[in-house]
């Protein structure tokens, strides 16, 4: 019974109704791309995303110098990753000496460069008085004084220092932004040195991702002349530690024969200076000048000539044969390309302006001119 009466009240199952197609009205016509005023409005829609993707690469300008320089930075050290590589090593064992090398580097350079720099900054700051009255004795920058008083603005300036240092301070824009100063360059120097470890890391991983997008009938090439810019960006690298060295061994013998105060510490000084395309070489010449004024005048000039003379040699003599050898770079088209590179983009630019310049005559030699005399 009990049974029967779940049957009898089992309900029924619902009919589903039919949805109801709703009736929006008929479609309109096409709009006319021709009609001036869509035209107007797709012109204005473009210019105004341009707008905002410049100011928006304004505003983060700061933060795609830094990714160039790192990505540069491992391109460059990617040879001596793969050097020692061959020798058995993982690519993250490789990556780990390479880095640990830098850093060996970085803190030598402190503990040799930081100690001279502040005794020879705190003697020539004491011997300056001294020096300025030589120089008074001339009897041309005598002349000079009394028409245009830079010997009496000198020590004026020199006084201000030596009392309390505010002009020291004043320079940096207070101790504020000194403090602003050193903690900006330590933040940028920590955030390319880690951007420089994952690209180096990851860079065959990059470089195979990016060329996925090349289409498969043209990867095999366009992965050999890849391999081949990087290559280049190297040998550049390499090209300019070379340089560098030979600029650090002859002003370390220039110091030895002149009796300069720590011979050492400005080889050091100018080996960093000379991986500066460019300026490198004019801070480096100030650096060993001012060094030599500490001894006398005279030994000052004879460094400075010195300086000069091998500067000259570097920049017509060296500089474009080693280029033209591990580059393929005529010496002509480096120093046009540096040029050009640092009045556009600076000292980025500077840096940058060569092995692009290698990597566009690699790209005419092996895709543009053969078509051309194909064609």
Do not use: W
């Amino acid at each position: 019974m009990a049974i029967a009466d779940r049957i009898k009240r089992k309900p029924k199952s619902k009919v589903k109704a039919k949805a109801v197609k709703t009736d929006f009205g008929a479609l309109g016509n096409p709009i006319d791309r021709t009609h001036p005023f869509y035209f107007g409005f797709i012109a204005t829609l473009g210019a105004l995303i341009a707008i905002v993707l410049m100011r928006a690469l304004a505003s983060t300008s700061q933060i795609f110098v830094l990714i160039i320089v790192a990505l540069f930075l491992a391109t460059g050290l990617n040879p001596a990753v793969v050097a020692i590589q061959r020798r058995g090593l993982s690519r993250a064992n490789a990556v780990a000496v390479i880095f640990v090398s830098v850093i060996a580097f970085v803190v030598f350079f402190i503990a040799v460069v930081i100690p001279p720099v502040v005794s020879q900054g705190t003697q020539l700051i004491n011997s300056l008085p001294a020096l300025l009255t030589d120089l008074d004795k001339n009897p041309t920058i005598a002349d000079l004084n009394r028409q245009f008083g830079i010997i009496d603005s000198l020590q004026s300036k020199l006084k201000e220092v030596t009392s309390d240092g505010t002009l020291i301070i004043s320079a940096f824009g207070g101790v504020i932004g000194v403090g602003k100063s050193v903690l900006s360059g330590t933040f940028t120097a920590l955030t390319i040195l880690i951007l420089t470890l994952y690209f180096i890391t990851s860079l065959p991983q990059m470089t195979e991702l990016g060329l996925r997008f090349v289409p498969a009938s043209r990867r095999d090439r366009v992965s050999l002349l890849t391999n081949a810019v990087i290559s280049r960006v190297g040998s550049f690298v390499g090209s300019q530690i070379l340089i560098a060295a030979m600029a650090s061994v002859f002003v370390l013998a220039l110091s030895l024969v002149l009796a300069l105060p720590s011979p050492v510490a400005i080889a050091m000084i100018v080996l960093v200076c000379g991986l500066i395309p460019l300026i490198g070489h004019f801070i480096g010449c100030a650096v060993v000048t001012i060094i030599a004024l500490t001894q006398s005048v005279s030994i000052a000039l004879v460094a400075f000539i010195a300086y000069v003379v091998y500067v000259q040699i570097e920049n017509y003599l060296v500089t474009p044969r080693i280029m033209k050898r591990t580059l393929s770079v005529p010496g002509a088209v480096t120093i046009i390309s540096a040029l050009i590179g640092s009045s556009l983009l600076g000292l980025i630019g500077g840096l940058l302006a060569v092995p692009i310049a290698a990597s566009v005559i690699l790209i005419l030699d092996e895709v543009v001119f053969p078509r051309a005399d194909n064609s």
